[in-house]
T-cell receptor, first 110, second 113 residues
Framework: EDKVVQSPLSLVVHEGDTVTLNCSYE??????LLWYKQEKKAPTFLFML????IEKKSGRLSSILDKKELFSILNITATQTGDSAIYLC??????????FGAGTILRVKS | DSGVTQTPKHLITATGQRVTLRCSPR?????VYWYQQSLDQGLQFLIQ???????AKGNILERFSAQQFPDLHSELNLSSLELGDSALYFC????????????FGPGTRLTVL
């Protein structure tokens, strides 16, 4: 059965800290790995990773995929209270089926 | 505001009933995706349509069906509703077929009593 596991489930940090969120996957016909940020309502797309070892960056957020070890990490540097959210990762198979992890709840304290 | 609209915002109905959720994608987007999010199951991908055709199927129950119309809006039909169908239903859209950047609507909260 396809599965995506995120860790940690939850973490609390102080503003300015750097955090690393983990996502491992066991998926047949893997195509891409996607990261989303969910605040109060709808998820917001962050990254789609298809190639191994190529870092994607957007401001203080960056992510990388390791297709050999079947995991991805999402890094957030110099965290701000606005980074508090649930971070979701999802694997996409060929055929476009998506499988989501349970999410990591990040809380950034001022 | 993502540009994706969903109606209604909230829906309360009884078990055994049937409801229709509606989604209008962003202008120019050809793909529409439906998701279900509940406390115990997390976010689950249900189905994708691209330019009117079904392209991908996830954990969608047989009691649920969807379609995308020529004007690209989409409807998700949920029938024989059960208590466990209570959830937040999201629609998302993207330009292409390959699950690239998706834009999520605000969701429809369905409560089945």
């Amino acid at each position: 059965e396809d599965k995506v596991v995120q860790s940690p489930l939850s973490l609390v940090v102080h503003e300015g800290d750097t955090v690393t969120l983990n996502c491992s996957y066991e998926v047949t016909n893997f195509r891409s790995l996607l990261w989303y940020k969910q605040e109060k309502k709808a998820p917001t797309f962050l990254f789609m990773l298809t190639s191994s070892g190529i870092e994607k960056k957007s401001g203080r957020l960056s992510s990388i995929l390791d297709k050999k070890e079947l995991f991805s990490i999402l890094n957030i540097t110099a965290t701000q209270t606005g980074d508090s959210a649930i971070y979701l990762c999802a694997s996409m198979e060929y055929g476009n089926k998506l499988v989501f992890g349970a999410g990591t709840i990040l809380r950034v304290k001022s | 505001d993502s540009g994706v609209t969903q109606t209604p915002k909230h829906l309360i109905t009884a078990t055994g009933q049937r409801v229709t959720l509606r989604c209008s994608p962003r202008s120019g987007d050809l793909s529409v995706y439906w998701y279900q999010q509940s406390l115990d199951q997390g976010l689950q991908f249900l189905i994708q349509y691209y330019n009117g055709e079904e392209r991908a199927k996830g954990n969608i129950l047989e009691r649920f069906s969807a379609q995308q119309f020529p004007d690209l809006h989409s409807e998700l039909n949920l029938s024989s509703l059960e208590l466990g169908d209570s959830a937040l239903y999201f629609c998302a859209s993207s330009v292409g077929n390959l699950n690239n950047e998706q834009f999520f609507g605000p969701g429809t909260r369905l409560t089945v009593l």
